[in-house]
């Protein structure tokens, strides 16, 4: 029922600055917790940031080293990642996902119920 369509993504240099934004449809963001997660080819899908529907508490996985910010905007229905200084190890497909469960579980893509189809990021050198 929940769809999420993510946008933002495309061809960055090393060092620049990218905003993703996911929009969600079919339930208000407001009801849910969210995440991000990116996949490169190859590699598992790992996890990026969350944020909690109520208390908007934050997450950020250890490989973001400080330069990733999760955000949401429930009038608009719009969660947001906020990317500086990237790298070109941050190439990869990034989705965002819709949660109900608790903050301390938000790190698992298995506690999920709806994800995007992903905007793509090439960072070159």
């Known amino acids: 029922q929940v769809e999420l369509v993510e946008s933002g993504g495309g061809l960055v240099q090393a060092g620049d600055s990218l905003r993703l934004s996911c929009t969600a449809s079919?339930?208000?963001?407001?009801?849910?917790?969210m995440g991000w997660f990116r996949q490169a080819p190859g590699k598992e899908r790992e996890f990026l940031a969350s944020?909690?529907?109520?208390?908007?508490?934050?997450k950020y996985g250890g490989s973001v080293a400080g330069r990733f910010v999760i955000s949401r905007d429930n009038d608009r229905n719009t969660l947001r990642l906020r990317m500086i200084r990237v790298l070109p190890e941050d190439t990869a497909t990034y989705f965002c996902?819709?949660?109900?469960?608790?903050?301390?579980?938000?790190?698992?893509?298995?506690?999920?119920?709806?994800w995007g189809r992903g905007t793509q990021v090439t960072v070159s050198s």
């Open positions: 996902a819709a949660s109900v469960h608790p903050n301390d579980e938000l790190m698992e893509a298995k506690n999920y119920f709806a």
């Open positions: 079919g339930r208000p963001l407001s009801e849910l917790s």
């Open positions: 944020i909690t529907w109520d208390t908007y508490e934050r």
